[in-house]
């Protein structure tokens, strides 16, 4: 759950990149590090597995200000690869939000569904069930890439798909973009944002747009 | 888990060591020269000299307040500059180590959590299971006692009313009686098999042990066996050397000898033959030593068993076939029993046999109690 100062008037948003291994979960944050402006940003931390440490995650904080409350958005990457487990939990634990970067690749279908069953699971045991998971298909560039049409919407057949080519930083911001807003209409909903902090959804977007430092054309969602 | 682990709010004091600090404004006096200092975001000055005046540079790390500096001297701009970029670079790896090792601990933690709740799951299901396996046992052997009991009245009264006891009796009656005797001391018999395994499971095997020969007893036991085998043409040649002698329970041996005997006789096909012996040998297959043991050898020109089947003849209601079963009649548990005694003994057993080639088991008890 996001953490809110009301004294200090400060929020921050926990959101965590799930996946399948080489999905492209570090591709985004990558590729989001380079785009919001370098005052509104931390240095990129990477962790990687090293030896026998079963650490493996990217963390981007980003933060602004409007109308004198400060807005903090911790951005995690989780390990991809099955074996990570524990630690995909800790670092789920307490999201306010989730991109599930899937891969298009069609060897990869299975991975997807694994994964996100995994991420389900794993959202229900934390009773975090409720909250915003928006769906990034990653590497559309590939030449055999499965048509959007059939990509698997993981059983909501109305679920909206972001297609993105984060190494080229394409469609990076805009699955971005959406998560952050639905998970602020998540929170509003749970308590009341908008009233005690007298900043609304519009006028929250508006400044996470002008500091995100890129325009939100969403060309890239479908 | 609550959220918030990786939240922690950024403490210079706590990430960097106040002799890192120290050390960090030695080396940039040393290269710029003038007084300097760290303080904390509320103004505690963590490293540094009094003479370098009031904090004037704040540094933020990630949006929130790291530290503030103060500085003196000529260069004191570029020393402000360079301490804070060299503060902002060492907390960011600081704050990443105990990030990880944080993560690390919390991951740890949780898998040790989940592995000894699993652990619990299982031993809970074992108890069960070993509950199960006890009841099922007493059950077994309650039922086989509650059985046999009625059995033993059928059993008396019958062989009563055939020996003419309650009257005459006329040819016809006395065939049918003695039909119903022959499969009542069948019935008994199984009842007894089902009873000795559920007391096999229950707990270890109590042996009344004496000196006897065994070939007198697989002598007795094949006369037993000669005439049942004669009757479809199979012909049972015993080659029991004399004097072979073991310490052993007579009831239980005579049983695995009769087990033996019984499936040979079953498994092979009219006019085969049957062959018995009883010599010293070896204890096992794979020991050389001749005479370490008195062997009871079974053969048969049956219909053998293959390799896959040949570790299972030995379980319990086991049949090599299951059409077998109606062809050749029996429970499955005389095998069992047998190796059970057999081992109960000290001994072995085990067989040597082939798909359409005839088995032949072989029985071994330790010598010393055993050659005379």
């Given at each position: 759950m996001a953490q809110v100062d009301f004294a200090e008037r400060q929020l921050t948003l926990k959101l965590v990149y799930y996946g399948p291994p080489l999905s492209g979960k570090t591709s985004n944050l990558r590729a989001l590090h380079a785009k919001v402006e370098s005052q509104n940003r931390g240095r990129l931390m990477t962790l990687d597995t090293r030896d026998d440490r079963t650490l493996f995650f990217d963390l981007l904080p980003i933060f602004f200000r409007t109308s004198n409350f400060s807005f903090r958005i911790k951005v995690y990457t989780v390990p991809g690869q099955p074996v990570h487990e524990a630690t995909r939990k800790v670092v789920l634990a307490g999201t306010d939000g989730v991109v599930f970067v899937a891969d298009s690749s069609p060897d990869q279908r299975q991975a997807n569904r694994a994964s996100w069953q995994n991420l389900t699971a794993n959202l229900t045991a934390f009773a975090l069930d409720k909250i915003p998971i928006v769906v990034q298909y990653n590497k559309r560039d590939l030449p055999d890439r499965v048509p959007i049409d059939e990509c698997d919407r993981f059983g909501d057949a109305t679920r909206r798909i972001h297609e993105a080519c984060a190494k080229d930083g394409d469609g990076v911001v805009p699955t971005f973009y959406e998560l952050v807003g639905a998970a602020w209409e998540h929170l509003d909903r749970e308590l009341q944002l908008a009233t005690r902090l007298g900043v609304d959804s519009q006028a929250f977007r508006r400044a996470l747009a002008e500091h995100v430092g890129v325009g939100i054309d969403g060309t890239m969602s479908k | 888990m609550s959220g918030g682990l990786l939240d922690a709010p950024i403490e210079l004091a706590r990430l960097v060591p106040p002799g890192e600090l120290e050390e960090l404004i030695a080396v940039t006096r040393r290269a710029l020269g003038g007084e300097l200092a760290i303080f904390d975001p509320k103004g505690t000055r963590l490293a540094g000299s009094e003479a370098a005046g009031s904090p004037r540079r704040r540094i933020d790390h990630d949006g929130e307040p790291l530290a503030q500096l103060a500085a003196s001297g000529p260069s004191a701009e570029a020393a402000l500059e360079l301490l804070a970029g060299t503060l902002g670079l060492l907390a960011h790896h600081a704050n990443a180590r105990e990030l990880a090792a944080t993560t690390h601990e919390e991951a740890m933690r949780l898998t040790f959590g989940e592995l000894t709740e699993h652990n619990e799951r299982l031993e809970r299901a074992v108890a069960r299971l070993e509950e199960l396996d006890r009841l099922k046992s007493n059950f077994l052997a309650t039922m086989s006692h509650e059985l046999r009991t009625p059995l033993t009245s059928v059993i008396g009264y019958t062989e009563m009313i055939v020996e003419g006891l309650a009257g005459p009796v006329s040819g016809e009656q006395k065939e049918y009686l003695t039909t119903i005797l022959g499969k009542a001391d069948q019935l008994l018999g199984l009842i007894t098999s089902v009873l000795d395994v559920a007391s096999l499971e229950s707990g270890p095997l109590a042996l009344d042990r004496a000196a006897l020969s065994l070939t007198e007893l697989v002598a007795t036991e094949v006369a037993l066996f000669t005439a049942q085998a004669g009757r479809r043409g199979i012909a049972i040649q015993l080659d029991a050397q004399p004097g072979c002698t073991v310490l052993g329970d007579r009831k239980k041996i005579r049983q695995i000898v009769s087990s033996l005997l019984s499936n040979a006789v079953k498994f092979t096909p009219d006019r085969g033959h049957v062959g018995v012996a009883v010599r010293p040998g070896p204890l096992s297959p794979h020991e050389m030593e001749a005479g370490s043991a008195v062997q009871l050898v079974v053969s048969d020109s049956g219909i053998g068993i293959s390799r896959e089947l040949v570790a299972k003849?030995?379980?319990?209601?086991?049949?090599?076939?299951?059409s077998s079963t109606r062809a050749f009649g029996g429970t499955g548990l005389g095998l069992t029993l047998a190796k059970a005694y057999v081992e109960a003994h000290g001994g072995r057993i085990w067989v040597d046999t082939a798909p359409g080639q005839g088995s032949t088991f072989v029985a071994t008890f330790p010598a010393g109690e055993g050659r005379s």
């Open positions: - | 003849i030995f379980e319990p209601f086991f049949q090599v076939d299951s």
